[in-house]
């Protein structure tokens, strides 16, 4: 039972350009959302979190929007840049001290 | 700077053969988590540790097992790796608060032969 589905592979955006990224979830206990990236051969690294209670959340380049009814949230990067290109993880937490992560999303950015 | 640590990067061990991985951190996080990520897959949580509680995953083999002796180390022991174990094992620490996230180290890459 996949609670958390990230349901493209992969993603080729050119550079310049906005990428999106979805994640949608089926638990409706989760109150917060993470983004994680990951660099082949590294461990992810956070990139940018949001909670339940709110519906966007933006640092720099990167927003992550949220629809609680649609049991669904998003990570748009834009500009996109090639050092972009990487696998990028959702994961959902709840009132447990654990994360659900989903299968990743490879983005690759071209010129 | 504050970090998790994971040795060794890759390991090889034989079928059949015990094997342990580490994780030290200096973050001095409450929680501390083993994940194991195969291709293509979501990382999957195997066990993880708040402060000195051990929680296990219902569905983690009794193959696997897992020590913290002191806030800053966890090990990972696989007493009779099979072919299917195979992966990549990521460690992780958590302050135990917030919604920060975890804190990754950069992972073990294990091959069995």
């Known amino acids: 039972d996949q609670q958390v589905k990230q349901n493209s592979p992969s993603l080729s955006v050119q550079e310049g350009r906005i990428s999106i990224l979805n994640c949608d979830y089926t638990?409706?206990?989760?109150?917060?959302f993470l983004w994680y990236k990951k660099y082949p051969a590294e461990g992810p690294t956070f990139l940018i979190s949001i909670s339940s209670i709110k519906d966007k959340n933006e640092d720099g380049r990167f927003t992550v929007f949220l629809n609680k009814s649609a049991k669904h949230l998003s990570l748009h990067i834009v500009p996109s840049q090639p050092g972009d290109s990487a696998v990028y993880f959702c994961?959902?937490?709840?009132?447990?001290?654990?994360?659900?992560f989903g299968t990743g999303t490879r983005l690759q950015v071209f010129p | 700077d504050a970090m998790v640590i994971q040795n060794p990067r890759y390991q090889v061990t034989q079928f059949g053969k015990p094997v342990t991985l580490s994780c030290s951190q200096t973050l001095n996080h409450n929680v501390m988590y083993w994940y194991q990520q195969k291709s293509s897959q979501a990382p999957k949580l195997l066990f993880h540790y708040y402060d000195k509680d051990f929680n296990n995953e219902a569905d983690t083999p009794d193959n696997f097992q897992s020590r913290r002796p002191n806030t800053s180390f966890c090990f990972l022991d696989i007493r009779s790796p099979g072919l299917g174990d195979a992966a990549m094992y990521l460690c992780a620490t958590w302050l135990g608060q917030g919604i920060s996230g975890y804190t990754f180290g950069s992972g073990t890459r294990l091959t069995v032969v």
């Open positions: 994961a959902a937490g709840g009132n447990t001290d654990k994360l659900i």
């Open positions: 638990n409706s206990m989760f109150d917060y």
